[in-house]
């Protein structure tokens, strides 16, 4: 039998038997991101063929002399966001579209230093801002699935190119679901670590207290095995935790016999598909007929995540884009009369709307009579939807619920309603709040399209949420299916 090459761990098998090097699976990265590109526009930018397969070359080299790394010869894509040193880093914005980084951020430094052989850098919404990729200066990036769709985000650059199989895994970030929403719907596995689990050091800042790197895949095994060596303890970072490495093998190994699955009722409410709904109970029914045991749980304070984030996320964007003004990197305004003007009309011709919107209303929130009524009660009400989990998470081991209210939305769909835009994140945004370890897994279909199942786990228990993942998709197949016009 064949290795699986749409896989890590499948392209490991086949570089460890000789049966495929880093070169031929680079180069089928490339030629796949080549096609894929005009259906999709899935990537901002390429690192160039000749230096993807120098490293390449590099990699087999290093394999034959007995150096292999945990991940070398694996083709990978980078979120836009991660700093990348010699490489374009445009957090998919006019502001930062010549911006080339003289460093690398943590997160790319351990993958390179892995063997991952970075291919381009993926589209996302401009500057994490966004649950639909429909936010990037470089344009909108299409739903695999069906083109005419979102792919969600902010980090649907990196699903969509993970469900195409053009690379078999990608980085990404979750501020607010930013992981877990595009992996929903592009029918993907995804990861979002405790806040702090992974450096944020040369990772572009959306909101400081939320931002958290994670990864996207096709199955738990191969975010795992891609987590285990972004993880760790980076002096560089002071929101970064000194916290023992996740046992990935012992997470992987543990059985679904006698979990304590919890069922959030509010996470059933109104406004969930019937077809999503219906997915996911029948995911949770897998879980029983597996042994573990289901609990119906409450989360109170859910209702308030969506208002507090949409306080708390633009207040800290709002700090910290403040720093792109047009003096120092970043776009800058053709003939600018003075300094205020300098500054005026290089950030109205840098930011796009929706990132001029989050600004505006983060520094509201924030300005003098207002930062008690907003602000300090939005960071409150984050501390009550913080004890809601820690309550439940004293009986139960993980949550299960939908990632996402709906299956992918039509593009331009709901644009001129932000709030139905946001409340796409209805289900997720309060594990940021919190700080929580999730993912989300495929767990079926609604007219035709992939639906997520979103896992929850209490803080620095990855391993609950990794053997909760892999278990099930070792008793079901939804993770294996590929979008139509897929490449074998």
């Not at 090097?21 to 990537?43: G, I």
Request: glycine share 10%; net charge negative.
């Amino acid at each position: 039998m064949s290795p699986d090459l749409d896989t890590v761990g499948g392209q490991l098998d086949a570089l460890a038997s000789g049966a495929s090097s880093a070169r031929e699976l680079t180069e089928r990265a490339l030629d796949r991101a080549a096609h894929a590109q005009n259906r999709l526009n899935a990537l901002i930018s390429s690192v160039g063929a000749d230096h993807a397969l120098a490293a390449a070359d590099a990699a087999d080299y290093n394999r034959a002399a007995g150096r292999a790394g945990p991940l070398s010869g694996i083709p990978f894509a980078h979120k836009d966001l991660f700093c990348t040193a010699g490489v374009p880093t445009t957090c998919g914005s006019r502001m930062l579209e010549n911006f080339v980084p003289p460093y690398s951020a943590t997160v790319h430094e351990r993958i390179d230093a892995a063997g991952g052989v970075l291919i381009g850098k993926a589209n996302m919404d401009e500057f994490a801002m966004g649950s639909s990729n429909e936010h990037s200066y470089f344009g909108p990036v299409h739903n695999p699935w069906d083109l005419t769709r979102v792919p969600g985000g902010s980090s649907g650059g990196s699903a969509a190119l993970v469900a195409a199989r053009v690379v078999p895994f990608a980085t990404a970030t979750d501020t607010g679901g930013s992981i877990r929403q595009p992996a929903a719907l592009c029918g993907v596995s995804g990861i979002k670590p405790t806040y702090g689990r992974v450096s944020r050091w040369g990772m572009v800042a959306y909101a400081s207290s939320l931002d958290q790197a994670g990864v996207i895949a096709l199955t738990v095994a191969d975010c795992a095995r891609v987590l285990d060596v972004m993880s760790g303890f980076d002096p560089r970072d002071a929101t970064c935790a000194d916290r023992p490495k996740i046992d990935v093998a012992a997470a992987l190994a543990r059985p679904l016999q006698g979990l304590r699955v919890g069922r959030p009722r509010q996470w059933f409410g109104a406004g969930i598909e019937d077809g999503v709904g219906a997915a996911v109970e029948a995911a949770i029914a897998e879980y029983a007929r597996q042994g573990a045991t289901i609990v119906d749980v409450d989360l109170p304070s859910s209702e308030y995540a969506i208002p507090a984030y949409y306080v708390i996320a633009p207040a800290e964007a709002s700090s910290n884009l403040s720093r792109f003004d047009g003096v120092r990197f970043g776009h800058r305004c053709a003939d600018p009369k003075d300094l205020a003007d300098l500054y005026k009309r290089s950030r109205a011709e840098g930011f796009g709307h929706e990132v001029q919107k989050r600004i505006l209303t983060g520094t509201y929130a924030l300005s003098t009579g207002y930062y008690d009524a907003y602000y300090l009660r939005a960071q409150r009400v984050r501390r009550l939807i913080a004890n809601d989990y820690a309550r439940v998470f004293a009986d139960v081991d993980v949550l299960a619920g939908p990632t996402s209210p709906t299956v992918a939305f039509k593009l331009g769909e709901k644009l001129a309603d932000p709030l139905a835009l946001y409340l796409a994140d209805i289900n997720t945004v309060g594990v940021n709040l919190a700080g929580l370890p999730a993912m989300s897994i495929p767990c079926g279909f609604s007219q035709g399209l992939p639906v997520g199942l979103q896992l929850v786990a209490a803080t620095w228990r990855e391993d609950l949420l990794i053997g909760a993942g892999h278990g099930y998709q070792q008793v079901t197949e939804w993770h294996r299916a590929a979008p139509p016009g897929v490449s074998p």
